[in-house]
């Protein structure tokens, strides 16, 4: 009896938060402090957050305090502890970055507010029909329920100064490595990027990628990526370290290459190389390129948990994060690079010209270079093509 | 001035008992002093009559002094001095204001308090000594002051645990000269303990031997 | 009220402890009914079983473990042998306390910068040298067997046992021993070994369990010098605790609980060897045999520990002040202050944030310590060795045993990632430490200056204020000195406890470690050295300005 009063109060209280309208949310995010979880890994998107931080507490009242992560999994599971322990509001993640395994698994337990897209002004400005990732996350509906705030996808990056012609296919890539041991290297597959280039590899060297698009299943996983794990067990003698540690990250590759232990890797940033160029983290000679067939490309989100204890000045943050302003601003080489999720055409003249006026650095790829976007596969390829790995090079 | 009356006072280490029943008068303006090897419990027995015997210990028995019943006050309302074979000088304070410590309450005004320090110091031969570190004195100048402490303190009663033990052969004599000239002119009972019979020649008083301790 | 102290004292930095182990064991068997776990069975441990890097993380744990221990107390042993003699190693005392306020994240930071492939070594030696144009494929640093780990761990294990071994020899007259070896015709080394170890080590146990405790389970540690495929466990608990996936706080539990098990197993075995150590010492004492001294280990020791570590630090010094430095200048060729410009705030909020926590903490365990140790001092308490094996708890128990229950448990208390939740954790930490310090001092105190203070009119209050606390600036500044490095160097417990809100320098270098650019982990990391050392360097200085007329207090503390 008690806990359907309390569910019913629960629903009353969600209503009660959606009836509001804009300016009213506004009003009452004024002076509350957002909690933004996020993997903290790069310095740069540090810095935009902080930036984003200084412009709605200028603009709306409304402070940001960043909590850094070294996995994203940390806030989810802060959110689901706290759910486990009855704590229905008042949570302590107002705002998560959030995509993939971690967006599905929040998802599917009902730990995210919403839906809030809709409610969000600029919204609108979204480009969804473009850019299909910006409405389904690997697969998964968002629904509303996570705001799309960057678009990332996978580059190939090399030293021009060792390499003159990269390998564009997935079998090309065995044969560079083999012909130059030691200077591929992947990030350790428990990193986001690290497990993307198995899939950007599966991608290419299963026979019908299509089956990516549905969940993983024991009936299929085995067969789907057994040409992958051919591939991958001639591959890793020949990375950085016989394939015997990884870095953990991408940004720890990128150091790997500006020592000048690794001459090809992959980064989910086309820009970011010319920025790591700019800043002096990576030689002036390193360049990018696609693979023939494609890369992966995915959005990030900013999703809200359902018991946040800010949830107005979370909306007004992400409101803020897609503004043509902060759009342009992050997608400006000199701050993150980070590819805009708006739909720029249909932006007004001033916001049009926020774009057209960025500069592009020497080692980024022009949009019609990088063609053509794979989608990501179901989160549960991820997840399993994760264990497997571990299962068969983690002993 | 008054007596200090040990009644029938025992300690025991558990079911050790180091101290049987002990009685002593301690007559005011003579020393008595208790012989005994190390490990009798004279040491032991002092601190009983201070108030500030280890709890491993239990004791019994009366210290009376001057008629007042002292067993079971707290040492700091005893007014029962002690020196130790240790100078036992603060190290953090000057040797004025160890003397400072020492001198009673009663004694009010900055003016007075200091005029009485220096006045310590001259009987002590240490004039202008009251700003120095006592880590540079002599031992035989700290020895000295804290003779000094303990007496501004107008004790009623001085108990001596061994304090001629560490100073060389020449400054011993004059230093027991010292201690009791100036204990004896106050009129105050000295018990004193020791193990060398030449503190008990020079104390000049009774002299009782507690003996090896009961195995 | 000062009776309960000791009480109140065991309650506040045990009660987190045990609370947290009951929280870490329920969940280990699927027993956590919030979770959707409401029967008691062993999934998480089939689960745990099932993982394919379990017998290879339990390997390289158990070798990390004992190797860090073994190679930490060995090396310790050697330089406090050859500590009565050599000014060389006298010299060392002074190279402690930096080497101790070094919080273990930075230094193995440090260490990772310098020996590296691409590290500050080779730097040094390309390609003049080694011929390396461009850093060998070697696996230096993060290596399958974790000896980076171990060599990380000794940077910091041996400074700690030698700080408890000078204490504890202080008051052994080891001269007066060793005089007595030469004259029956034992070479020094000999005889300290034969006479002086056995009672210096009764001191060094329960250190040297905290030692092997602390090696078993290290998070951070493992974290920037440890294998990651697979990682020690310490490192693995964490992953799991971090998944979003439910199933995983059960194996994060169960793990958890394999952690306990092992460091008791770990613990128990240690025994064991000393026991058949201690036999073989006695047969060879039996025999009297006078073995020559061979080539004295301990000088060359002690200055690879030292050279080890100074370098480790300035190569985090120069990486934050780097601009451009490929491999293999020996330098950077661009020194540039833009790395501490651009981050600005980033390291100040930490800076501040770690100060506060850390002083919070260590004057909260002060004032424990402080009554504790009057009371003691007050109502002449000696306590026995069971005192002691409980202010080792926190030190013994695993951090990941207890902390993964107690994050539970804080939630439910609605205290996570409050300033008293962080206090509280910290203080589970710095207490035993702190108090340690202290005790050794207080407990030297001749009793006789008390009690002449008392004979000459002075209430427990005054004898308190005017004669003991003064008495004990020292100590009490030195053992202020090590609750903060400990409070300022805790990783673990701060991210649990701080809901991850707490960017103290430390989580903020570990976080940085793993991705981030070198030379914003290079700032970070020395900032979480300086810290610290900072305060150290006040603690020494401070009483010597204070009392620098008064030569009698030198030696206490």
Redesign the interface.
């Given at each position: 009896m008690l806990r359907n009063i309390l569910a019913l109060a629960a629903i009353f209280f969600t209503t009660a938060a959606y009836a509001q309208a804009w300016p009213e949310i506004e009003a009452r995010a004024r002076g509350q402090t957002v909690y933004w979880n996020g993997w903290a890994g790069d310095e740069r998107t540090n810095a935009f957050i902080a930036w984003a931080g200084e412009q709605v507490e200028k603009r709306h009242g409304v402070k940001v305090e960043q909590v850094k992560l070294r996995d994203t999994a940390e806030a989810v599971t802060r959110v689901v502890a706290e759910k486990s322990a009855g704590r229905l509001e008042g949570g302590s993640v107002d705002l998560i970055w959030i995509n993939g395994p971690n967006f599905l698994a929040m998802k599917e337990q009902g730990l995210l507010y919403g839906p809030v897209n809709p409610r969000l002004p600029n919204y609108r400005l979204v480009d969804v029909e473009g850019k299909p990732s910006n409405a389904t996350d690997f697969t998964v509906p968002v629904d509303g329920l996570a705001v799309p705030w960057r678009l990332a996808q996978v580059v190939f990056v090399y030293d021009s100064a060792r390499i003159t012609a990269p390998p564009r296919t997935v079998p090309a890539l065995l044969a560079w490595a083999e012909a130059n041991p030691g200077r591929l290297a992947h990030p350790a597959v428990s990193n986001f990027l690290g497990a993307t280039f198995l899939k950007q590899a599966l991608y290419e060297l299963t026979p019908d990628p299509a089956v990516l698009q549905r969940p993983a299943t024991d009936a299929n996983f085995a067969a789907v990526t057994a040409p992958l794990w051919a591939w991958y067990d001639r591959l890793r003698p020949a990375l950085w370290r016989q394939g015997r540690q990884f870095p953990a990250t991408g940004a720890a590759v990128r150091q790997l290459m500006n020592d000048g232990e690794v001459d090809l890797t992959l980064s989910f940033s086309p820009s970011e190389a010319s920025t790591s160029i700019a800043n002096g983290s990576l030689p002036a000679s390193v360049r990018t390129y696609v693979m023939e067939r494609g890369t992966i490309g995915n959005t990030s989100f900013v999703a809200i948990p359902f018991n946040a204890a800010h949830k107005e000045a979370a909306m007004v943050l992400a409101n803020f994060l897609l503004s043509p302003t902060a759009q342009a601003f992050a997608q400006d080489p000199r701050n993150t690079g980070a590819l805009s999720v708006l739909d720029v055409a249909q932006l007004d003249a001033a916001g049009q010209k926020l774009f057209a006026d960025l500069p592009r650095g020497a080692a980024t790829l022009t949009n019609a270079e990088l063609g053509r976007v794979l989608p990501e596969p179901h989160p549960s390829w991820m997840t399993r093509i994760t264990t497997e790995w571990e299962k068969r090079y983690s002993r | 001035m008054s007596a200090l009356v040990l009644d029938r006072i025992t300690i025991a280490l558990g079911e050790r008992r180091l101290i049987d029943s002990f009685s002593l008068i301690v007559a005011p303006g003579t020393v008595t002093t208790v012989m005994g090897p190390s490990g009798a419990g004279k040491s032991t027995l002092l601190?009983y009559v201070?108030?500030?015997l280890?709890?491993?210990f239990t004791g019994t028995g009366h210290v009376i002094l001057g008629g007042d019943e002292m067993t079971y006050l707290?040492?700091?309302k005893?007014?029962?001095?002690?020196l130790?074979q240790?100078d036992?000088?603060?190290?953090?304070?000057?040797v004025g204001d160890n003397l400072a410590?020492?001198l009673?309450?009663s004694v009010r005004g900055r003016a007075e308090r200091r005029a009485r320090i220096e006045a310590a110091l001259e009987e002590a031969e240490l004039s202008g000594f009251a700003s120095r570190?006592?880590?540079?004195l002599s031992g035989g100048q700290r020895q000295r002051v804290a003779v000094m402490?303990?007496l501004l303190?107008e004790?009623r009663a001085l108990?001596l645990d061994e304090p001629f033990a560490r100073l060389d052969m020449a400054l011993r004599d004059r230093f027991r000269a010292f201690v009791f000239g100036h204990a004896l002119r106050r009129g105050l009972p000295v018990l004193l303990v020791t193990h060398d019979p030449d503190d008990a020649r020079a104390a000049a008083g009774p002299v009782i031997d507690l003996g090896a301790p009961p195995v | 009220m000062l009776r309960l102290a000791p009480v109140l004292t065991l309650a506040l930095f045990l009660a987190p402890v045990a609370a947290g182990l009951l929280g870490t064991l329920l969940p280990a068997f699927h027993y956590l009914p919030a979770l959707g776990g409401a029967t008691v069975d062993l999934q998480p441990w089939r689960d745990l079983a099932d993982w394919p890097g379990l017998p290879r993380s339990l390997l390289i744990t158990v070798v990390t473990g004992f190797g860090a221990t073994i190679l930490s107390l060995l090396v310790a042993l050697f330089i406090l042998a050859r500590l009565p003699r050599g000014a060389l190693l006298r010299r060392l005392h002074s190279a402690l306390p930096p080497l101790l306020a070094t919080p273990h994240a930075a230094m193995a930071i440090g260490f990772a910068f310098l020996v590296a492939p691409s590290g500050w070594l080779a730097r040094l030696l390309s390609p003049w040298a080694t011929g390396w144009e461009r850093p060998p494929d070697l696996l230096v640093v993060q290596d399958p067997w974790g000896f980076a780990i171990i060599a990380g761990l000794v940077l910091k294990e041996v400074p700690y046992l030698l700080l408890v071994g000078l204490a504890a020899l202080g008051h052994m007259k080891v001269d007066r021993t060793l005089a007595l070896g030469a004259s029956l015709g034992y070479s020094p080394r000999t005889a300290w070994f034969r006479t002086v170890l056995p009672t210096l080590y009764t001191q060094l146990r329960l250190p040297v369990y905290a030692v092997l405790a602390f090696s078993h389970s290290v998070v951070d540690v493992a974290l920037i010098l440890g294998p990651s495929n697979p990682p020690t466990l310490g490192p693995q608990i964490l992953r799991w605790f971090s998944e979003p996936d439910l199933r995983f706080q059960f194996v994060a539990a169960a793990a958890a609980m394999l952690q306990l098990a092992l460091v008791v197993i770990g613990i128990a075995l240690w025994r064991a060897g000393e026991i058949v150590v201690a036999a073989l010492g006695r047969s060879l004492v039996r025999r009297g045999s006078r073995p020559r001294a061979i080539v004295d280990v301990a000088p060359p020791l002690a200055i690879l520990l030292v050279i080890t570590a100074g370098l480790a630090l300035l190569a985090i010094a120069l990486w934050s002040l780097a601009g451009s430095w490929r491999f293999p200048a020996a330098l950077p060729q661009v020194f540039t202050v833009d790395t501490w410009r651009s981050q600005g705030m980033g390291l100040v909020t930490p800076v501040l944030l770690t100060a506060a926590l850390a002083v919070l903490a260590t004057l909260a365990a002060l004032l424990l310590a402080l009554a504790c140790l009057e009371n003691e001092r007050r109502h002449g308490l000696h306590p026995g060795r069971g005192a002691l094996w409980l202010i080792y708890v926190p030190l013994l128990v695993p951090q990941t045993a207890f902390l993964v229950g107690m994050q539970i448990v804080l939630i439910r208390l609605r205290l996570d990632g409050t300033w008293l939740a962080l206090v509280w954790t910290h203080l589970v930490f710095v207490l035993p430490y702190l108090f340690l310090t202290l005790a050794e001092s207080w407990r030297r105190l001749d009793p006789r200056y008390a009690r002449t203070a008392a004979c000459l009119g002075a209430g427990p209050a005054r004898i308190l204020f005017a004669v003991v606390l003064p008495m004990m600036v020292r100590p009490i500044l030195a053992a202020v000195a090590v609750g903060f490095a400990v409070s300022a160097g805790l990783y673990l417990p701060t991210l649990f406890a701080g809901a991850g809100r707490f960017a103290t320098l430390t989580t903020e270098a570990v976080t940085l470690s793993g991705s981030a650019d070198r030379r914003v982990v290079g700032a970070f990391a020395l900032l979480q050295a300086a810290l610290p050392l900072a305060v150290y360097a006040v603690a020494l200085l401070l009483p010597a300005v204070l009392f620098r007329n008064r030569r009698g207090l030198r030696g206490m503390g």
């Open positions: - | 601190s201070s108030g500030t280890d709890p491993v707290r040492p700091e005893r007014r029962i001095g002690i130790f240790d036992l000088l603060f190290p953090h304070l000057s410590f020492g009673a309450a570190d006592p880590a540079t402490r303990a303190a004790p108990l | -």
